[in-house]
């Protein structure tokens, strides 16, 4: 079954990524992979940190002349703002004397970053050890995954967009030295009806989706189809009545998002994140220092003022991924062709056309 398993700090050599799962024969576009990874690092209010990097995807084993073997891709992203680190990050203790940026431990954590609470958990004496694993550096990987099940999805005819739906001035957040959260929303069209499944919680297709998009740093909250607005309104309102025309099976509306009992119905899945504000101020919150016990003021790094445009193209990936996971476990098969006859013979079944 699809997954993937990621290693990496922001600040080490390079993200790694091992992608499991996928069938054999699937044709990938470098550019496409690269050209998402450049969608999430651009959107107003990123750091400097994004005029160092130029993601891009090295392959090193799962793909041979632009197909997929049907065996584990290995993906990289290098950092390259890891030559100021290598020796801050060196993974053994360095021979020479301190130079560049980690040199000195952190010892005052972010008020909302993982900072504190996974200092205390793993034992820590110094924060850089917490926040270099949770650093949102690491959705680099989940991009690059994603354009790749987004290719397996495409044989599928299955497309998947996530766009900016709400976000703070970041202009006016910026001149105050504060940050901004949004809300991004992911459109996924063409998925077929019977994606996911009633029978279980680990199943449920909206559970799936509401990990994956949780799972993303900053997140604070999902929604499916109209949500929480469905808690107000009346069974007759809420629900999306069943018609039939030439094509199939339709709704003339979607407040499910899609999905109903944790499988999709054939419509549009609709699925929003909320993302708070980031958590490394230019004007720090209060904090206690680790090290000494006494007052004083988190972390200064250099940091975004929102990232919301990026998180736009992180949730895209992870909706894909989630998706491309449950068409999997439908469709089955070793080679993409199988996946697609699978797929083919089930909507010749089923009274739906893709719309
Ligand atoms: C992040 C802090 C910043 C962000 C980073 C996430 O990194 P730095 O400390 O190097 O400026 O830029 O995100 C990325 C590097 C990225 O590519 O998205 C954090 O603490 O979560």
Same mark, same amino acid.
């Given at each position: 079954?699809?997954r993937?398993?990621?290693?990496g700090?922001s600040h080490?050599p390079?993200l790694v990524?091992?992608?499991?799962?996928?069938p +054999?024969?699937?044709?990938?576009?470098r550019?496409?992979?690269?050209g998402?990874?450049?969608?999430?690092q651009?959107?107003?209010g990123?750091?400097?940190?994004q005029q160092i990097?130029?993601?891009r995807?090295?392959v090193?084993?799962?793909?041979?002349?632009g197909r997929?073997l049907g065996t584990?891709?290995?993906?990289?992203v290098?950092?390259r703002?890891? %030559?100021?680190w290598?020796w801050?990050m060196s993974p053994w $203790?360095?021979?020479?004397? $301190?130079?560049?940026?980690?040199?000195? $431990?952190?010892?005052?954590p972010r008020?909302?970053h993982?900072?504190?609470?996974?200092t205390? %958990?793993?034992g820590?004496?110094?924060v850089?050890?917490?926040?270099?694993?949770?650093s949102?550096r690491?959705?680099a990987?989940?991009?690059?995954?994603?354009a790749?099940?987004?290719?397996?999805?495409a044989d599928?005819?299955?497309?998947v967009?996530?766009?900016?739906?709400?976000?703070g001035?970041?202009?006016?957040a910026?001149a105050e030295r504060?940050?901004?959260?949004g809300?991004v929303?992911?459109r996924?069209?063409?998925?077929p $009806?019977?994606?996911?499944?009633y029978?279980t919680?680990?199943?449920?297709?909206? +559970?799936?989706l509401?990990?994956?998009l949780?799972?993303?740093q900053?997140?604070?909250?999902?929604?499916?189809g109209?949500?929480?607005?469905?808690?107000?309104?009346r069974?007759s309102?809420?629900h999306?009545e069943?018609l039939?025309d030439?094509?199939g099976?339709h709704r003339?509306?979607?407040?499910?998002?899609g999905?109903?009992g944790?499988?999709s119905?054939?419509?549009?899945?609709?699925?929003?994140?909320a993302?708070k504000p980031?958590?490394?101020?230019?004007?720090p919150?209060?904090?206690v220092?680790l090290a000494?016990?006494?007052?004083?003021e988190?972390?200064v790094?250099?940091?975004?003022?929102?990232?919301?445009e990026?998180l736009?193209?992180?949730?895209?990936?992870?909706v894909?991924f989630?998706?491309?996971?449950a068409?999997?476990?439908?469709f089955?098969?070793d080679?993409?062709?199988?996946?697609?006859?699978?797929?083919?013979?089930y909507?010749?079944r089923?009274?739906w056309?893709p719309?």
């Open positions: 079954m699809l993937l398993t990621t290693a700090e080490g390079a990524g091992i992608l499991t799962g996928l +054999a024969g699937l044709a990938l576009d550019d496409a992979i690269d998402d990874l450049a969608r999430r651009q959107g107003y990123r750091s400097p940190r990097e130029h993601d995807v090295e090193l084993a799962g793909v041979r002349h997929t584990p891709l290995a993906l990289v290098t950092n703002d890891h %030559k100021n290598e801050g $203790p360095p021979e020479t004397e $301190p130079e560049g940026k980690g040199t000195k $431990p952190v010892t005052l008020p909302g993982a900072d504190l609470a996974g205390l %958990k793993y820590h004496n110094d850089r050890n917490t926040l270099e694993r949770a949102a690491q959705t990987m989940t991009v690059a995954a994603g790749v099940v987004k290719a397996l999805l599928i005819d299955v497309a967009a996530g766009a900016v739906m709400d976000m001035d970041v202009d006016e910026k504060d940050t901004v959260g809300v929303e992911v996924a069209r063409g998925v $009806p019977g994606l996911g499944s029978a919680k680990e199943q449920r297709l909206d +559970a799936r509401a990990a994956a949780m799972g993303i900053a997140v604070k909250g999902v929604e499916i109209a949500g929480f607005a469905l808690a107000g309104l069974g309102e809420a999306d069943i039939r030439e094509n099976l003339e509306t979607n407040r499910a998002g999905i109903e944790g499988v119905n054939g419509e549009e899945i609709v699925v929003r994140a993302m980031l958590p490394t101020l230019m004007r919150l209060r904090s220092d000494t016990g006494e007052a004083g988190a972390l790094e250099r940091s975004d003022t929102a990232a919301v990026a736009s193209v992180v949730a895209e990936a992870s894909a989630e998706l491309g996971r068409a999997r476990e439908k089955g098969g080679a993409i062709g199988d996946f697609v006859a699978a797929y083919g013979a909507v010749e089923i009274p056309q719309r």
